[in-house]
């Protein structure tokens, strides 16, 4: 069962590297590219490139906007007429923080995908063990019976 897991899995991330897989005599696009932050106009806060510290650059986006908002929250008390800069500062690491979150999104998918599979595997083991001790119970009871109806024949034949 593990081998057909692991096959299924090497499968899919084999389609999803060529770029497409057929289905049902159709090609099907796997390229979901997210297009990058400067792409889309956005200045990007955080360092370029495939080697991105996910988690270090998620924790110090979060805690920069805690600052922003606290400083927002400062500026709308102090001096209101000029909320609109630290608005907009809000809005760019907010749109850094979703484009971070959207760029992990095929790990989280094949990383789910995973989980479903081994639970279903555990579902499959676990079915299986019930269908031996059922299988079990059964030719227990057959022998309990094929006994009592010899034990019942052998006292027809005493009489």
Same mark, same amino acid.
């Given at each position: ?70 400083? #927002?929250?400062? %500026? !709308? ?9 630290? &608005? /907009? @500062? *809000? ?21 789910? #995908?995973?989980? %479903? !599979? ?9 079915? &299986? /063990? @019930? *269908? ?25 034949? !005493?009489?």
């Amino acid at each position: 069962m593990h081998l057909i897991v692991v096959w299924v899995i090497e499968w899919w991330r084999c389609r999803w590297r060529c770029g497409y897989f057929v289905s049902v005599k159709r090609k099907l696009q796997t390229d979901d590219i997210l297009p990058s932050l400067g792409d889309q106009g956005v200045h990007q806060l955080y360092p370029k490139g495939p080697n991105i510290d996910f988690t270090k650059e998620l924790r110090s986006l979060n805690r920069e906007l805690q600052l922003h908002i606290l400083e #927002l929250a400062d %500026i !709308l008390v102090e001096r209101p007429s000029q909320y609109a800069r630290r &608005v /907009e @500062d *809000i809005s760019l690491i907010f749109k850094n923080l979703h484009h971070l979150l959207n760029s992990l999104r095929p790990h989280q998918a094949r990383a789910t #995908l995973i989980h %479903i !599979l081994e639970l279903q595997i555990q579902r499959c083991k676990q079915a &299986v /063990e @019930d *269908i031996k001790r059922r299988i079990e119970e059964a030719r227990r009871l057959l022998k309990e019976s094929i006994g009592t109806l010899e034990d019942t024949n052998a006292s027809f034949v !005493l009489k």
